[in-house]
């Protein structure tokens, strides 16, 4: 199984970016996907994740309304689209894909992990 996440990059405060995550070797629809994200210093920490069929969504409060996550089961992909970034925004992003739930997922259920890709909000 190989989730491989890209898009990140360094952006200015109140700009945008959008992350894609690209799953392979696992029934992608089949599995709820979500992303985590690490700073520096810190621990990994819940950021979105979304049902096998995108009905259930669960952000975490500190990116609800200005991060939106959404996936494409014909493409085996799932995206992170980020606006209105902030210099607290600046960590590594994961991918992440649970075989139970998107609920499980909020609650730190992962069953694999990708490599993460770095996003850098500057203000």
């Known amino acids: 199984v190989q989730l491989q996440a890209f898009g990140g990059g360094l952006v200015q405060a109140g700009g945008y970016l959008r992350l894609t995550c690209a799953a392979s070797?696992?029934?992608?629809?089949?599995?709820?996907l979500g992303w985590f994200r690490q700073a520096p210093g810190k621990e990994r920490e819940f950021v979105a994740a979304i049902s096998r069929s995108g009905d259930f969504i669960y952000y975490s409060d500190s990116v609800k309304g200005r991060f939106t996550i959404s996936r494409d089961n014909a493409k085996n992909t799932v995206y992170l689209q980020m606006n209105s970034l902030k210099p607290e925004d600046t960590a590594v992003y994961y991918c992440a894909a649970s075989v139970v739930s998107s609920r499980t997922l909020q609650g730190g259920g992962v069953d694999y992990w990708g490599k993460g890709t770095l996003v850098t909000v500057s203000s």
């Open positions: 070797g696992l029934s992608f629809s089949s599995y709820a």
